[in-house]
């Protein structure tokens, strides 16, 4: 059943997305042409262009959170709670459903910011007659870059970390949405408090385990080791914080769902 | 054929009477095979098991029967139809006569006025 | 085992109690009319069987099970409220009923959102309210499900889509389905149901035979609906 409702939802998330990101990558390739000449008079164009550019690319990021706010809470809590909940879908699968499309959405969204800065070199050195854009990939690849031991493991675990970090944020958000719902007015400054209430109660627990960070940071194991134990205690520690909250929205939409 | 329901009555005496007239008028013919409940239910626009109550009534009194596999039929036999045709028209009778009794007609006056009516309309 | 089984169900918002200890019981194969004024507690009753509610007391059982995957199976909710998205076309909502719902009858649904006279390809924004109900209605009928439970299906259709709609409620009818219908519009569906519940301030007050009902009183249901709650 996951399956079907990530089919749904995934597009649902993107049909608002694509567009934005269609006219990011306009932007980037506008910019990227407009730094080409270096003509006094075209040069505010380059302002312009880096203006539009910075516009989209913060409408994307304020879409994306909107998007994740609204997607949970109107489909689970709001008009279309309606429908979804008398499908025969369990709750474990709605909130995965909503978090594993966040998510998507979040990396996607990564992943064409790196491509608008291509765009952007490739704007820039299209029609410039000394450097190509071929050409530069090219000098790029060619260049010989040491690369430090266990470049492959740190990767790795930074991108864990990045992914871990990215889920636990999105759980606050739905947590916080499901406990504010249980109040019968006034939802959204419920919420608001919950948010808060969360903030504090990660802190404090974050607080109390740092003695434990203390111990593990030994100056007789190398960087390598010290940093792997932090990323490692990292990922674990929003992995917990992101069942917790599961857990909190499972509870509270199973036993004590009041749609009004 | 229209369907209309009187509300203080049950539906199904009144489905009950609505098939009784089509069958002793002929609407429905001797040994026709009658539309199915559901049909029929949707036709009148009342619930299923109202319909079934109605034709189950019907059958009780042998004015439709049932074969296991094929549905429903109206019956075929004479004596039944006839004796249909003699209560309805007794019930009609008693109606009318009920009427013209009250504007103060007595039997004779009745007999007298359907008599001039008969006359009347040829 | 009744089909639906409702046990001393309490429901309060607040200081105000919208379902004072109500109890029925109701079993396959009728149509029961769930009868009350606005305010009355209807829809909290139905929310409450499709689980958007959770009782303040007692609890409610479909086959047995209280809701859960396991009753949303099996039961074909029509809220009262538009809750679909509404971005999509009647053929993309029908794509996701098939996905979801393994009793959802597809012909029966594309025969009946034609007949209505609605068009496959034009999003649910671009419909007229009354539209929008014929088509989530075409939805959930299509469905051949064991318990119906439809919130106002008749509340703001034109008279011949109403004829419709209860001919398709007729139609659907089968001896293993109870189908719930609530309204305040009893003139108009007295004559397809079986048993009727009156409700009141939350509480029932009569759980009858309809046709009982008119032998017992001589009266139309309707008649006496309006006896009932007479302002």
């Given at each position: 059943m996951l399956g079907k409702l990530l089919k749904y939802e995934?597009?649902?998330?993107?049909?608002?997305?694509?567009?934005?990101?269609?006219?990011?990558?306009?932007?980037?390739?506008?910019?990227?042409?407009?730094?080409?000449?270096?003509?006094?008079?075209?040069?505010?164009?380059?302002?312009?262009?880096?203006?539009?550019?910075?516009?989209?690319?913060?409408?994307?990021?304020?879409?994306?959170?909107?998007?994740?706010?609204?997607?949970?809470?109107?489909?689970?809590?709001?008009?279309?709670?309606?429908?979804?909940?008398?499908?025969?879908?369990?709750?474990?699968?709605?909130?995965?459903?909503?978090?594993?499309?966040?998510?998507?959405?979040?990396?996607?969204?990564?992943?064409?910011?790196?491509?608008?800065?291509?765009?952007?070199?490739?704007?820039?050195?299209?029609?410039?007659?000394?450097?190509?854009?071929?050409?530069?990939?090219?000098?790029?690849?060619?260049?010989?870059?040491?690369?430090p031991e266990h470049i492959g493991i740190y990767i790795i675990e930074v991108l864990l970390m990045v992914v871990a970090g990215v889920v636990k944020t999105i759980m606050q958000i739905y947590a916080a949405i499901t406990i504010g719902?249980?109040?019968?007015?006034?939802?959204?400054?419920?919420?608001?408090?919950?948010?808060?209430?969360?903030?504090?109660?990660?802190?404090?627990?974050?607080?109390?385990?740092?003695?434990?960070?203390?111990?593990?940071?030994?100056?007789?194991?190398?960087?390598?080791?010290?940093?792997?134990?932090?990323?490692?205690?990292?990922?674990?520690?929003?992995?917990?914080?992101?069942?917790?909250?599961?857990?909190?929205?499972?509870?509270?939409?199973?036993?004590?769902?009041?749609?009004? | 054929m229209e369907w209309d329901f009187k509300g203080g009555v049950p539906i199904y005496s009144q489905i009950i009477d609505e098939m009784t007239m089509r069958i002793a008028s002929g609407a429905y013919e001797p040994g026709e095979k009658l539309p199915s409940v559901r049909d029929l239910a949707m036709d009148a626009g009342v619930n299923p098991n109202t319909m079934q109550k109605a034709l189950a009534e019907l059958e009780r009194k042998g004015l439709v029967f049932s074969e296991r596999t094929s549905g429903r039929f109206v019956t075929k036999e004479e004596k039944v139809l006839k004796a249909l045709h003699e209560e309805l028209a007794r019930k009609y009778f008693e109606e009318f006569a009920d009427k013209l009794r009250k504007i103060g007609m007595s039997g004779e006056d009745i007999v007298g006025a359907v008599k001039k009516w008969l006359e009347d309309i040829r | 085992m009744a089909r639906i089984e409702i046990n001393h169900v309490t429901k309060q918002f607040g200081s105000l109690t919208a379902l004072d200890s109500v109890a029925l019981?109701?079993?396959?194969?009728?149509?029961?009319?769930?009868?009350?004024?606005?305010g009355s507690g209807k829809t909290t009753?139905?929310?409450?069987?499709?689980?958007?509610?959770?009782?303040?007391?007692?609890?409610?059982?479909?086959?047995?099970?209280?809701?859960?995957?396991?009753?949303?199976?099996?039961?074909?909710?029509?809220?009262?409220?538009?809750?679909?998205?509404?971005?999509?076309?009647?053929?993309?909502?029908?794509?996701?009923?098939?996905?979801?719902?393994?009793?959802?009858?597809?012909?029966?649904?594309?025969?009946?959102v034609d007949d209505l006279g609605i068009d496959r390809s034009q999003t649910m924004k671009k419909m007229s309210k009354g539209t929008k109900e014929k088509l989530q209605l075409c939805l959930v009928m299509a469905r051949q499900a064991e318990v119906y439970l439809l919130d106002e299906p008749?509340?703001?259709?034109?008279?011949?889509?109403?004829?419709?709609?209860?001919?398709?409620?007729?139609?659907?009818?089968?001896?293993?389905?109870?189908?719930?219908?609530?309204?305040?519009?009893?003139?108009?569906?007295?004559?397809?149901?079986?048993?009727?519940?009156?409700?009141?301030?939350?509480?029932?007050?009569?759980?009858?035979?309809?046709?009982?009902i008119r032998e017992e009183k001589g009266e139309s249901v309707d008649k006496l609906f309006r006896e009932v709650f007479k302002c």
């Amino acid at each position: 059943m996951l399956g079907k409702l990530l089919k749904y939802e995934i597009p649902a998330m993107g049909r608002k997305l694509v567009p934005l990101y269609a006219a990011w990558a306009a932007t980037a390739l506008f910019l990227g042409l407009a730094t080409q000449s270096s003509d006094s008079k075209t040069e505010f164009m380059v302002v312009i262009s880096a203006l539009l550019y910075t516009a989209v690319a913060t409408a994307i990021f304020v879409m994306t959170i909107i998007l994740i706010v609204q997607r949970y809470s109107n489909s689970l809590l709001g008009d279309e709670a309606y429908f979804n909940h008398v499908l025969p879908v369990s709750v474990t699968a709605h909130i995965g459903n909503k978090a594993i499309s966040a998510t998507l959405w979040i990396f996607v969204t990564v992943l064409v910011a790196i491509l608008t800065g291509i765009l952007i070199a490739i704007g820039a050195t299209i029609v410039s007659s000394d450097v190509g854009f071929i050409e530069l990939i090219r000098d790029l690849i060619s260049v010989q870059i040491d690369w430090p031991e266990h470049i492959g493991i740190y990767i790795i675990e930074v991108l864990l970390m990045v992914v871990a970090g990215v889920v636990k944020t999105i759980m606050q958000i739905y947590a916080a949405i499901t406990i504010g719902h249980q109040a019968q007015n006034r939802t959204t400054l419920a919420s608001i408090g919950a948010y808060i209430a969360i903030m504090v109660f990660e802190s404090t627990v974050g607080r109390m385990l740092l003695p434990l960070f203390d111990k593990l940071i030994t100056f007789d194991a190398d960087s390598f080791q010290n940093f792997s134990r932090i990323a490692i205690i990292a990922i674990i520690a929003a992995a917990a914080f992101s069942v917790i909250y599961f857990f909190i929205c499972k509870y509270l939409m199973e036993k004590r769902l009041n749609l009004n | 054929m229209e369907w209309d329901f009187k509300g203080g009555v049950p539906i199904y005496s009144q489905i009950i009477d609505e098939m009784t007239m089509r069958i002793a008028s002929g609407a429905y013919e001797p040994g026709e095979k009658l539309p199915s409940v559901r049909d029929l239910a949707m036709d009148a626009g009342v619930n299923p098991n109202t319909m079934q109550k109605a034709l189950a009534e019907l059958e009780r009194k042998g004015l439709v029967f049932s074969e296991r596999t094929s549905g429903r039929f109206v019956t075929k036999e004479e004596k039944v139809l006839k004796a249909l045709h003699e209560e309805l028209a007794r019930k009609y009778f008693e109606e009318f006569a009920d009427k013209l009794r009250k504007i103060g007609m007595s039997g004779e006056d009745i007999v007298g006025a359907v008599k001039k009516w008969l006359e009347d309309i040829r | 085992m009744a089909r639906i089984e409702i046990n001393h169900v309490t429901k309060q918002f607040g200081s105000l109690t919208a379902l004072d200890s109500v109890a029925l019981k109701l079993e396959k194969g009728q149509i029961v009319g769930l009868l009350g004024p606005n305010g009355s507690g209807k829809t909290t009753l139905i929310k409450i069987l499709n689980g958007l509610l959770q009782p303040t007391a007692g609890n409610v059982t479909i086959n047995g099970m209280e809701p859960g995957v396991g009753t949303k199976r099996v039961v074909a909710y029509l809220p009262d409220r538009n809750a679909l998205p509404d971005y999509m076309t009647s053929s993309q909502l029908m794509d996701i009923y098939q996905d979801f719902f393994e009793d959802f009858d597809r012909q029966k649904a594309e025969a009946m959102v034609d007949d209505l006279g609605i068009d496959r390809s034009q999003t649910m924004k671009k419909m007229s309210k009354g539209t929008k109900e014929k088509l989530q209605l075409c939805l959930v009928m299509a469905r051949q499900a064991e318990v119906y439970l439809l919130d106002e299906p008749i509340g703001g259709v034109d008279p011949a889509t109403r004829d419709y709609i209860l001919r398709t409620i007729i139609s659907n009818y089968n001896e293993d389905a109870v189908v719930i219908i609530s309204t305040h519009l009893i003139a108009d569906v007295e004559s397809v149901l079986d048993d009727v519940v009156f409700i009141k301030e939350g509480r029932v007050v009569l759980h009858k035979a309809a046709d009982e009902i008119r032998e017992e009183k001589g009266e139309s249901v309707d008649k006496l609906f309006r006896e009932v709650f007479k302002c």
